[in-house]
């Protein structure tokens, strides 16, 4: 039983709220403007301390507040654990388990959650920077000491950044380029060993979604026929100019393949919509099937932009997942889910259980 509950205060519309969820499918239901992503967005926020959709702090306090607080009570497979948030212009402040946490990753270890929103097909057919948050996603709840190795790799990155926008020379940054190397190599063979791992579970999902094979590849970020030290050294004059570091992991990419030809560039945008859920919910099946303990999935309008056939199929992979879910909808009527789910209504950000 991942999320019992959530009480958030000045989120977006949402002046005060309280909700108690059940284990299996929750719905909620309510007019454009009333409230329903709001609700949603308050939940990824509690497991990840950022928004989903990319919104600042400013934007997320509601109009004429000051701060936001969310919290909520989770059940973590042993016991219940209370996290809680609270932003304000100056800064984020997190709670987890009765301490004050120094970063988000303890919401993230508490309450694993992934988001199905309309905007999901940005994940296929937007920038790899999403992609690699995907994998890196899946990295750090499957990999033992991903979050360390990915914090260093960063860090060395940054001040590898540093050294060449100050215009340091070669010999200087060689040894950069040795530490840079070492540490994206290990991000580099995690991000590998998750996507072995989960390849099988992407084309099954693709299989079912898109009624045709997907494939998937990993690109690196630097040319497959040299070490990353090599292309590191190679590259120095471009870095030079550009005062950036151009090769490595911080330039990988996950590529698919749809159709013998790049998933991005040919599907239908509800075609991309079913591509990013298909990676989404076989993200959510690895990191479940890992952790031994139902995730939350967050849908957000899931039949947006897809035909009746294609929301059955999506709603029937993702309650075979058998995950606690928060979905919103317009329409209470329309048939989401196979059984009844525990219902919200929710109006002028106001929520309350319904029947
Ligand atoms: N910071 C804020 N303070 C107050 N109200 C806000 C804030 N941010 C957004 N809102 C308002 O909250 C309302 C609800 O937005 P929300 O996106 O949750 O609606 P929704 O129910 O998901 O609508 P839709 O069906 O159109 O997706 C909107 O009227 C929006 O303008
Ligand atoms: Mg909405």
Known sequence: MPLLSLKCTDFRCLESAALEFSSGNNLIYGANASGKTSILEALAYLGRGRSFRGAGTRELIRHGADEFVVIGKVHNGTREVALGVRNSRSGLEVHADGEKRSSAAALAEALPLQVIDPDVHELVAGGPESRRRYIDWMAFHVEHGYLDEWRRFRRALKQRNAALRSGANRR????????????????????????????????????????????????????????????????????????????????????????????????????????????????????????????????????????????????????????????????????????????????????????
């Not at 090599?230 to 151009?246: H, K, M, P, W, Y």
């Not at 298909?278 to 099946?285: Q, S």
């Open 172 to 355: 200087s940054l060689s040894g950069w380029n040795h530490e840079l190397a070492e540490l994206g190599g290990l991000v580099d063979l995690a991000r590998r060993r998750m996507l072995e791992i989960s390849r099988p579970t992407i084309e099954e999902f693709g299989e079912v979604l898109l009624g045709s094979p997907l494939g998937i590849e990993y690109q690196q970020g630097w040319s497959g026929d040299k070490s990353l030290e090599e292309a590191l050294a190679e590259a120095v004059e471009r870095d030079l100019q550009l005062g950036s570091t151009q090769a490595g992991p911080q330039r990988a990419d996950l590529r698919l393949v749809y159709d013998e030809r790049q998933a991005r560039k040919l599907v239908s945008r509800g075609q991309q919509k079913l591509l990013a859920c298909a990676l989404i919910l076989a993200a959510t099946e690895v990191v479940q099937t890992h952790l031994e303990r139902p995730l939350l999935l967050l849908l957000d309008d899931p039949a947006a932009e897809l035909d009746r056939e294609s929301v059955g199929r999506l709603m029937g992979c993702v309650e075979g997942l058998g995950c606690q879910v928060i979905a919103t909808t317009l329409d209470r009527q329309q048939p989401l889910f196979s059984s009844s789910p525990t219902l919200f209504h929710v109006e002028q950000g106001q929520v309350e259980r319904a029947t």
